[in-house]
């Protein structure tokens, strides 16, 4: 085992890997990999090319004087140091992944497979409009099912994804105020929220002022309704909120934005609640965006990218970013420039019309659902969640009281006096052969804990969740610690030394001096 491996596999407190116990530092197949600089052998290569003919060199100086740094390997080398890496990763496609507000459901191969229809995997985004047609229909329909899910007027599908998204929806609140000549300073933003929603506000040049949660862990209304005021320009809510709660009181809490004359935009993170069950405009909504890669299934992180539409209200919806599809007397006509009905937008986020593999995945998703089936992933989203909750709420302890949304939240009261944190709690499920649940989100909540099973799972895959949980509470509260402050014992990594991580990081590898 090399020197960067071991100082990443031996545990803190220099006890012994289990692997240790064989003679190669592997356990089973469980392949005990080095870093692919580390593989390099010179003058190795995968690839044979001949010399290249004589030519004149056209760089004007600026030729590489030394050897680019890049290992040298052969191609079985390759495939397999990269196969053996993604069998260390857990995916969707491994088991649950019940990381709360991010949906991670299943991603239906049917997606995968019209994704990479040629007629729509192979064009480029440069080709002229008059040979995509069909492209843009794909888009312009997408665009129409997500104006009926919000009952919203308009969508701009360019950005690129959820905080993208949030970027161009103040952006556009922005771009209202001023063209009203009433620029505002504020925007209002829950303590629970998404980081990205005060991040966004700030990068807009606003100031951001937050409002607390009532003890029923939603927005306090009164605290809200206080802080209004003309130079409030938005409220950014998120409903279904981070913990998993329904803002009931939303339509009056959008009424008394809309009094103050502020707009009232919505995180979409957690649409999959809702979806096909309300429409966001039926509650005073101006300005929404949607993850695709959440609720309409298109893959997130490695798979990705991701995808943030936003739809918008008659008020705001002049100053959508372009590009625009509109219906002329020509068909679907792209309008790429600030003329016309395009005049007051706010111009580009992206080079081009947005994620294209994407759009296809979410329309496929959408319409193999159809308007029944999306409302079902909603219902049994729900479902879900709180079968969990029944089954656990007696072993974990609950924050707040009544039923859950799409996911469910868990504090870190039953882990009092055990000597177990909340991530150790997270660690040793790990060893379990589950992806732990987001922690310490939302911030309100003491050592929080957030599930999020989504529609996609079976009782039966719940139920062992569930029972390995029940398990792991039951041993924290005997006294097992050891279990956990090793966790995760099993994983092809040991815990890091968080602070030596944040405040000496190694980021980069460096061949070793002499």
Same mark, same amino acid.
């Given at each position: ?12 407190? #220099?006890?012994? !890997? ?7 530092? /592997? ?18 290569? #995968?690839? +044979? ?39 260390? /990763?857990?995916?969707? $496609? ?9 949906? =991670? ?10 994704? &990479? ?43 690129? !994804? ?30 629970? @929220? ?6 966004? %506000? ?28 003309? +130079? ?8 279904? /909120? ?13 009424? !008394? ?18 979806? #096909? ?8 909504? +101006? ?26 209200? %008659?008020?705001? @919806? ?10 002329? @007397?020509?068909?679907?006509? @792209? ?30 998703? =959408? =319409? ?6 999306? *409302? ?7 479902? /879900? ?94 006294? $097992? ?7 995760? !014992?099993?994983?092809?990594? *040991? ?14 590898? &460096?061949?070793?001096?002499?």
């Amino acid at each position: 085992m090399n020197d960067w491996s071991r100082a990443l596999r031996v545990p803190a407190d #220099g006890s012994p !890997a289990l692997s240790e116990a064989t003679f190669s530092g /592997n356990r089973g197949l469980q392949i005990e990999e080095k870093l692919i600089f580390e593989q390099d052998a010179p003058g190795r290569c #995968g690839v +044979d090319l001949p010399e290249p003919p004589p030519f004149r060199a056209r760089l004007g100086g600026l030729e590489r004087q030394g050897p680019i740094g890049l290992p040298g390997l052969s191609e079985p080398q390759v495939v397999r140091h990269f196969t053996r890496l993604s069998q260390k /990763n857990y995916a969707i $496609d491994s088991g649950l992944y019940p990381l709360g507000s991010c949906s =991670m459901k299943h991603n239906p191969r049917l997606n995968e497979k019209l994704a &990479r229809l040629p007629g729509l995997a192979d064009i480029h985004p440069l080709q002229p409009l008059s040979t995509v047609p069909g492209a843009l229909e794909l888009i312009d329909t997408l665009a129409h099912w997500l104006k009926t899910l919000t009952g919203m007027p308009a969508v701009a599908l360019s950005p690129a !994804a959820g905080a993208h998204g949030e970027l161009c929806g103040i952006m556009t609140v922005r771009a209202a105020l001023e063209a009203r000549g009433d620029p505002r300073r504020r925007v209002l933003v829950p303590e629970s @929220a998404h980081g990205t929603n005060p991040a966004t %506000a700030a990068a807009c040049g606003y100031q951001v002022d937050a409002v607390p949660a009532d003890p029923r862990g939603r927005v306090d209304r009164a605290a809200l309704e206080a802080k209004l005021g003309p +130079d409030v320009a938005a409220l950014m809510l998120t409903n279904p /909120n981070t913990c998993g709660l329904f803002e009931g009181e939303i339509i009056e809490i959008a009424a !008394a934005v809309h009094r103050a004359g502020a707009f009232f935009y919505c995180d979409g993170a957690n649409f999959n609640a809702i979806v #096909g069950r309300v429409r966001p405009s039926d509650l005073g909504i +101006d300005c929404m965006h949607l993850n695709l890669h959440k609720t309409f299934s298109t893959p997130h992180g490695g798979g990705g990218p991701g995808s943030g539409p936003v739809a918008l209200a %008659a008020a705001l @919806a002049p100053y959508a970013p372009l590009p625009w599809l509109v219906h002329g @007397a020509h068909g679907i006509e @792209a309008i790429e420039h600030k003329t016309g009905p395009a005049a007051a937008a706010i111009g580009r986020l992206k080079g081009f019309h947005g994620q294209m593999g994407m759009f296809v995945r979410a329309l496929a998703y =959408m =319409m193999s659902h159809g308007s029944d089936g999306l *409302r079902q992933v909603a219902e049994d989203a729900v479902l /879900n969640a709180n079968y969990l909750r029944a089954a656990l709420g007696d072993n974990l302890s609950v924050p707040f009281p009544g039923p859950c949304m799409h996911e469910v939240l868990f504090d870190d009261r039953f882990l009092k006096d055990t000597g177990v944190t909340t991530l150790d709690f997270a660690k040793a499920l790990i060893d379990e052969g589950f992806h732990p649940m987001t922690i310490y989100f939302p911030l309100i909540v003491h050592g929080a804990m957030l599930v999020e099973p989504t529609e996609t799972e079976s009782k039966a895959g719940l139920d062992e969740f569930a029972a390995v949980v029940k398990a792991l509470a039951a041993a924290a509260r005997a006294g $097992d610690t050891a279990r956990f402050r090793g966790a995760p !014992a099993l994983a092809p990594r *040991r815990r890091l030394d968080e602070t030596a991580a944040a405040r000496k990081p190694v980021l980069r590898w &460096r061949p070793a001096a002499g």
